[in-house]
């Protein structure tokens, strides 16, 4: 919260932030982001703008991924793209604050996202100006599934791409999925 307005930390917000990060392992200490996704939509999810880049990194650290994360990042074409559109990681951060700036101008972003806690691990490790953005609240969609799976039985069948935009549509789609189920359930009570 350094740096901003405690009211504007209490304001409802009137949209919201997802952002999907791809890495080279799962350890914000020791392993570095690849790509970038984020996209703001209100919330009946229309989109309102979104941003998408890749970073360039040597061969020697793209070398030490993981066996899972070179797999993946391979066969998706992440590590061909980072290859041939990689960009230097202080221009991204830059273009992220000035988005998120634009976006939400002087109202902290409330990220949303799959596990978003870990790519916020990631957001407070390498672009701590980025952190300083957002609200301390958060949209877990994966905390929602938890409970979807557990107490209602109700499964969304999620594609497992591993390329960030399409993992943010894909969040998107299943946060409306649960809703869309939750409003139906209300219906039906009626």
């Known amino acids: 919260m350094a740096g901003m307005d405690r009211a504007a930390y209490d304001l409802i917000p009137s ?13 914000a200490e ?11 939509t209100d919330f009946n999810f229309k989109t309102l703008a979104s941003y998408e ?3 360039a990194h040597s061969d020697d650290e793209l070398g030490r991924m993981n066996a899972w994360s070179m797999a993946q990042h391979s066969s998706s074409g992440l590590i061909e793209r980072i ?5 230097e990681e ?3 951060k830059h273009e992220l604050v000035g988005f998120i700036n634009a976006q939400f101008n002087d109202s902290p972003a409330v990220l949303a996202g799959n596990s978003i806690h870990n790519d916020r691990n990631f957001i407070k490790r390498w672009w701590p100006e980025v952190d300083a953005l957002l609200h301390y609240r958060m949209v ?7 409970v979807m799976q557990a107490k209602y039985n109700v499964f969304f069948d999620k594609k497992d791409v591993h390329r960030a935009f399409d993992d943010i549509q894909a969040s998107i789609a299943e946060l409306q999925y649960y809703l869309e189920w ?9």
């Open 15 to 27: 949209k919201l932030l997802w952002v999907d990060l791809e890495m080279t392992g799962l350890d």
């Open 182 to 190: 939750f409003s139906s359930q209300n219906k039906s009570d009626a």
């Open 90 to 92: 202080s221009e991204i």
């Open 30 to 40: 020791h392993d570095v982001i690849l790509e970038v996704a984020a996209e703001v």
């Open 83 to 87: 290859k041939s559109q990689g960009r």
């Open 140 to 146: 877990d969609v994966s905390s929602l599934k938890v």
């Open 53 to 55: 880049a890749c970073i």
